[in-house]
């Protein structure tokens, strides 16, 4: 069984990437911070890692410079996760992020695609899917949300001329538990994708329906969908004011 290890700053996201990981027969070790990491690659034998780009202790690059610089693991890929543009990391919009990292890692360990999970699997069919406009996402997610569904939403952006940017959310009975999106996680993921989209329309979607999410980003995500999306929608004015 493959060995992949994560580096990765927010709990949730961790927890969600070892789930869609156990799906495929990978394994995953994960560790709280670069030094841990290094730690972790003394005691276990890892083919692959996944770490944020930006952590406490030291910047992925360093951290990928420390990894090559050994011969225990030089030979290890490392997939990075660019951070969001607030914190100094400007480069999502040009890498890939979120689950696209973990497809690419996957690849690596030779997981055959067809057994990629939901939602990285684009073979199987969405239960949802279509361009955004009117309605937006914010009506999708709340009509989801009135149906009680349980599933993973893939919200793609394509804006003109750039590489297409992918946000990841989860909903657990209707309720959303999990989002990630150009290197940001929870609420503020939403935020930042609904952001994205209004400024490049040019997005869509699939939802695929499956059993309850077993993940929840609890310290995010406490209130319905649909106050979730009031709140949201405040945020969003604000933002835009401030911006005019």
């Given at each position: 069984?493959?060995?992949?290890?994560?580096?990765?700053?927010?709990?949730?996201?961790?927890?969600?990437y070892?789930?869609?990981?156990?799906?495929?027969?990978?394994?995953?070790?994960?560790?709280?911070?670069?030094?841990?990491?290094?730690?972790?690659?003394?005691?276990?034998?890892?083919?692959?890692?996944?770490?944020?780009?930006?952590?406490?202790?030291?910047?992925?690059?360093?951290?990928c410079?420390?990894?090559?610089?050994?011969?225990?693991?030089?030979?290890?890929?490392?997939?990075?996760?660019?951070?969001?543009?607030?914190?100094?990391?400007?480069?999502?919009?040009?890498?890939p992020?979120?689950?696209?990292?973990?497809?690419?890692?996957?690849?690596?360990?030779?997981?055959?695609?067809?057994?990629?999970?939901?939602?990285?699997?684009?073979?199987?069919?969405?239960?949802?899917?279509?361009?955004?406009?009117?309605?937006?996402?914010?009506e999708?997610?709340?009509?989801?949300?009135?149906?009680?569904?349980?599933?993973?939403?893939?919200?793609?952006?394509?804006?003109?001329?750039?590489?297409?940017?992918?946000?990841?959310?989860?909903?657990?009975?209707?309720?959303?538990?999990?989002?990630?999106?150009?290197?940001?996680?929870?609420?503020?993921?939403?935020l930042?994708?609904?952001?994205?989209?209004?400024?490049?329309?040019a997005?869509?979607?699939s939802?695929?329906?499956?059993?309850?999410?077993?993940?929840?980003?609890?310290?995010?995500?406490?209130?319905?969908?649909?106050r979730?999306?009031?709140?949201?929608?405040?945020?969003?004015?604000?933002?835009?004011?401030?911006?005019?």
């Amino acid at each position: 069984m493959p060995i992949m290890l994560t580096v990765l700053n927010n709990a949730a996201r961790a927890a969600m990437y070892e789930h869609l990981s156990t799906q495929v027969g990978v394994q995953v070790v994960h560790a709280e911070g670069a030094l841990h990491a290094l730690t972790q690659l003394e005691r276990t034998l890892v083919d692959a890692i996944v770490c944020d780009a930006v952590m406490p202790e030291m910047t992925g690059a360093e951290f990928c410079s420390v990894v090559a610089g050994d011969q225990s693991t030089s030979r290890l890929p490392v997939y990075l996760i660019p951070g969001a543009p607030e914190a100094g990391d400007h480069r999502f919009v040009t890498l890939p992020a979120g689950p696209e990292v973990l497809a690419r890692a996957f690849r690596h360990l030779g997981v055959d695609m067809a057994r990629y999970p939901v939602p990285m699997n684009t073979r199987l069919r969405p239960e949802l899917d279509g361009q955004l406009g009117s309605p937006g996402l914010p009506e999708f997610l709340n009509w989801v949300g009135e149906l009680e569904f349980s599933g993973h939403w893939m919200i793609t952006v394509r804006p003109t001329g750039g590489s297409q940017r992918t946000g990841h959310l989860a909903m657990s009975h209707g309720k959303v538990v999990y989002a990630e999106f150009g290197g940001r996680s929870g609420k503020a993921a939403i935020l930042g994708l609904l952001r994205f989209i209004e400024q490049h329309p040019a997005a869509e979607f699939s939802f695929f329906r499956t059993p309850a999410v077993p993940v929840h980003d609890a310290a995010a995500f406490t209130q319905s969908t649909a106050r979730l999306l009031i709140e949201l929608a405040v945020d969003l004015d604000e933002s835009s004011a401030r911006l005019a």
